[in-house]
């Protein structure tokens, strides 16, 4: 079975810096997307950005600038760095995967709808 794990969250002020990652397993040799998606409380999610096997990327517009996700060093592995944090991205960030991977024509990252695993989520808290 497909089990994705995050880590990397934590409690930091406005300005600083977070490497989340997440790790995947069961997947075999399927080609899929990993992606992230964040949620605050009384919010509705959204999504962040993802990457499939080949290092294609997507970004929404909250995440233009500032975060970057990349395959991590070990294998099925994917990170998100998030520079200059704000309070506002103060969130659980949530792991998901989809295999085939839901990256659209326009190059969106597709919904969570379209992500059928998802990890159980690390915590992100930004104070001013």
């Known amino acids: 079975s497909v089990q994705l794990v995050e880590s990397g969250g934590g409690s930091v002020q406005s300005g600083g810096s977070l490497r989340l990652s997440c790790a995947a397993s069961?997947?075999?040799?399927?080609?899929?997307?990993m992606a992230w998606f964040r949620q605050a409380p009384g919010k509705e999610r959204e999504g962040v950005a993802a990457?499939?096997?080949?290092?294609?990327?997507a970004y929404t517009d909250i995440a233009k600038g500032r975060f970057t996700v990349s395959q991590g060093n070990a294998k099925n592995t994917m990170t998100l760095q998030i520079n200059n944090l704000r309070p506002e991205d103060t969130a659980m960030y949530h792991c998901?995967?989809?295999?085939?991977?839901?990256?659209?024509?326009?190059?969106?990252?597709?919904?969570?709808?379209?992500?059928?695993?998802w990890g159980q989520g690390t915590q992100v808290t930004v104070s001013s």
């Open positions: 998901a995967a989809n295999s085939p991977c839901p990256f659209n024509i326009l190059g969106g990252m597709g919904y969570a709808s379209e992500y059928t695993y």
């Open positions: 069961g997947f075999g040799d399927s080609t899929y997307c």
């Open positions: 990457i499939d096997n080949y290092g294609a990327t």
